[in-house]
């Protein structure tokens, strides 16, 4: 079945540091969905990509889909303390449910 | 304001015991799903339904159940064969089943 890949599984910035997941996808998918979950609470939804090749931005964050659409990104610039907390990626293929990825848990030291 | 609902926040079963988690939603939602979230790990699809009197296995399907007679209510029941329950259960609902899925804020189960 399909299987979405994230890393780095952790990662410890600085404040004021970027910072990089990668999501990987088996299959090719539809559209991939990117999530936030702070430590203790529930994911939030933070953005959908569709198009082959797609780039959005949300004030710091930075999202792609790679032209295959088999792969995605979130790039966060000059992190904050309240970028802490876990971020997923969820892949859809084509006819099928999301498959959330493991997430990359991001440590922000002021 | 809309928004899903679980209940309860906290839950301890018994060894043999079913217990029900309660998920509402207000959102008017067609599409509802359960997830289980082990510690450090993504989330993986239990159960989902796409329109009232109808739902579908995902991937971990085995040892629990859950029904779906009204659009607003999806319950989980795990049941006691069910042999790993203790995780972190989140309810989700969205529009159509492609859509951002809205969650609510979990049901901690644990073993007595």
């Known amino acids: 079945g399909q299987q979405v890949m994230q890393i780095p599984q952790y990662q410890h910035v600085q404040e004021g540091e970027d910072f990089t997941t990668y999501c990987n996808s088996s299959t090719t998918l539809s559209n991939i969905q990117w999530y936030k979950q702070r430590p203790g609470g529930h994911p939030v939804f933070l953005i959908q990509l569709v198009k082959s090749g797609e780039v959005k931005k949300q004030k710091r964050l930075t999202f792609q889909f790679g032209e295959a659409k088999k792969n995605s990104s979130l790039h966060i610039t000059a992190t904050q303390t309240t970028d802490v907390g876990t971020y997923f990626c969820?892949?859809?293929?084509?006819?099928?449910?999301?498959?959330f990825g493991p997430g990359t848990r991001l440590s922000v030291l002021p | 304001d809309g928004g899903i609902t679980q209940s309860p926040k906290y839950l301890f079963r018994k060894e043999g015991q079913n217990v029900t988690l309660s998920c509402e939603q207000n959102?008017?939602?067609?599409?509802m799903y359960w997830y289980r979230q082990d510690p450090g790990q993504g989330l993986r699809l239990i159960y989902y339904s796409q329109i009232v009197n109808d739902f579908q296995k995902g991937d971990i399907a085995e040892g629990y159940s859950v029904s779906r007679e009204k659009k607003e209510s999806f319950p989980l029941t795990v049941t006691s064969a069910q042999k790993n329950p203790t995780a972190f259960y989140l309810c989700?609902?969205?529009?159509?089943?492609?859509?951002?899925?809205?969650f609510g804020d979990g049901t901690r189960l644990s073993i007595l």
């Open positions: 969820a892949g859809r293929g084509y006819g099928q449910n999301f498959v």
């Open positions: 989700a609902s969205s529009i159509p089943e492609y859509q951002p899925q809205h």
């Open positions: 959102l008017n939602h067609d599409a």
